[in-house]
């Protein structure tokens, strides 16, 4: 890890801290966001991601490509935090900005290196995520408000899936938590926004979120 990377790193979790703060502050409001709260989140979310590329380029990766593929997946999620922040509604750009992003860790891992038994195990265990979360929020989809949203959601959760089993089947312990809280964070959105709400998610959302991506950044070393 070069000093660099390290800074970027260190600035990158003071900038997240930040928009959890002010996320929190918004949610104990009831979910009213005062003009200084929403202007942090407005900068310090979009921030985070965008010195995640900077320290993932700063880095001495174990595979110069495998991080090619990984600064294209935090782009790609950096182009969904804005899409999903937005003040108009903009979840399928938003939700298509992150399968791409999905897509391009994909490839990363396979890059890296899967191992069929690694792969296997965690193909059991994201079928067993989607057995108990995942046809809920399919379910609450098509009989809700938004029936359309069926097909892209179902295609962001296999897909997502898919990203979960390859970095189990890299090995790397990083990696496998990085995409576990990715799967937390986005499964804890879908079901908030399908099927009911839960105390204080933004804040577990958005911190889940950050921790994951920080945590495939530093997999690369």
């Not at 930040?18 to 200084?36: H, K």
């Amino acid at each position: 890890m070069t000093g660099t990377a390290t800074l970027l790193l260190a600035l990158a979790a003071v900038a997240a801290v930040a928009d959890w703060i002010a996320v929190d502050r918004a949610e104990l409001a009831g979910g009213v966001r005062s003009a200084a709260n929403q202007l942090v989140e407005y900068v310090c979310k979009p921030l985070t991601l965008a010195l995640l590329v900077g320290a993932a380029l700063a880095l001495d990766p174990v595979d110069p490509t495998v991080r090619s593929w990984f600064v294209a997946a935090l782009v790609l999620s950096l182009a969904g935090d804005v899409f999903l922040m937005l003040p108009q509604d903009r979840f399928v750009p938003g939700l298509a900005s992150f399968l791409l992003g999905h897509v391009a860790y994909i490839v990363g891992f396979f890059v890296e290196g899967v191992d069929p038994r690694g792969f296997g195990l965690g193909l059991v265990v994201v079928a067993l995520a989607v057995a108990v979360i995942g046809i809920q929020v399919l379910r609450a989809v098509q009989s809700g408000d938004e029936p359309e949203l069926g097909v892209p959601v179902l295609l962001y959760m296999l897909v997502i899936s898919l990203m979960v089993a390859c970095a189990i089947g890299t090995g790397s312990a990083v990696a496998i938590a990085g995409a576990v809280l990715f799967y937390v964070s986005d499964s804890l959105i879908a079901w908030n926004r399908f099927v009911a709400a839960t105390p204080r998610a933004r804040l577990s959302i958005i911190s889940t979120y950050h921790l994951a991506q920080a945590a495939l950044v530093v997999s690369l070393v």
